[in-house]
């Protein structure tokens, strides 16, 4: 069996999910002897792509066209489904990012294969592909088996398999496909991407998140959730609530209408812990939560708990990180 991996990259950068989706293939190919290649798509990427073979990756398919510059839905579609109809892999995974949701399921409906979403688990047996993936909000984990002919397609929630350690000198094949994929064949065209100001850290791909919820009273009171990430090294999150009241940009927001994010801390200040929110970020590996109400739901899932006022914790709990990291 060969596993492809979709290696989404960015400004010529793969991102941290692509490398966690090829140690999950990795993993996968050690314990049934398949082979891992991987799929890049954009302009230019012709000359990044032999060092996905750092990080398992034992043939690179690059599709590199003007037209891939910025991603297009329907033209990465026509291009990765064309890629695969042609290698015949056997299963094929990406990152349950922004993108790998957006793109997977176009590109199995035009193989006519179903996919399976936001995966935590996956492994081969025999001819079959089993997977775990969270539903309900998290209340209940589903377990997955693939059913009929190959290619099976499978997006990996990020932040929950390990990113593998790069090999040093290692180098994969680099196969330049030519999709025939025109720009005129793309019917929507990405002509720019504008990134907000301030943001240095996407939520669903950092190691920490510090969350603020309404206990923080007042959007000025944000500054203490920023201090604490930043002193932390983290992201800046927040609950739907201050997010639809205009606080905080939507890209922070954190939950089942916001963003899934399996960092490995997580820390909630001054949110209850509706079950919206905890779908968003109850796989973090870490949990700590500040609110001072003793029973508030967040407690349920939290590893840690601070019954008490945040505008007295939080302040605590920076001067003591930045201690830290000052010996």
């Known amino acids: 069996m060969t596993i492809l991996v979709f290696a989404e990259q960015r400004d010529g950068q793969f991102r941290k999910a692509a490398y966690e989706a090829l140690a999950a293939a990795g993993k996968l190919a050690a314990a049934s002897g398949a082979k891992v290649e991987a799929a890049v798509a954009g302009a230019g990427v012709e000359g990044i792509a032999a060092s996905l073979g750092r990080y398992g990756a034992q043939t690179a398919h690059v599709i590199d066209a003007e037209p891939f510059r910025l991603y297009t839905p329907d033209g990465y579609a026509k291009a990765l489904a064309a890629l695969i109809q042609e290698t015949k892999p056997g299963l094929v995974l990406a990152a349950a990012t922004s993108m790998g949701k957006d793109l997977m399921p176009r590109v199995a409906a035009r193989c006519k294969r179903p996919v399976a979403p936001d995966c935590t688990a996956i492994e081969i047996a025999g001819d079959r592909i089993k997977v775990s993936r969270p539903m309900y909000a998290g209340k209940v984990t589903a377990a997955l088996e693939s ?104 890209q922070h927001q954190v939950g089942q209408t916001g963003k899934t994010v399996s960092p490995t801390l997580y820390v909630a200040c001054g949110i209850s812990g509706a079950i919206q929110h905890l779908a968003g970020m109850s796989s973090s590996k870490w949990i700590v939560a500040v609110n001072k109400d003793a029973d508030a739901p967040i407690f349920k899932v939290a590893d840690y708990g601070v019954v008490g006022d945040l505008f007295e914790v939080v302040p605590a709990l920076i001067e003591e990180v930045k201690k830290m990291r000052a010996r």
């Open 147 to 250: 059913a009929g002919d190959p290619p099976h397609f499978v997006t990996l929630r990020p932040n929950v398999f390990a990113a593998g350690q790069p090999k040093e000198g290692a180098s994969a094949e680099v196969r330049r496909f030519d999709a025939g994929v025109p720009a005129e064949a793309c019917r929507a065209r990405t002509r720019s991407v504008e990134k907000a100001q301030g943001v240095t850290l996407d939520v669903s791909e950092a190691d920490i998140v510090v969350s603020g919820g309404r206990g923080l009273k007042d959007p000025e009171n944000f500054r203490l959730i920023r201090d604490l990430a930043e002193a932390l090294g983290g992201a800046v999150g927040a609950s739907r609530a201050v997010v639809d009241a205009g606080w905080i940009e939507h």
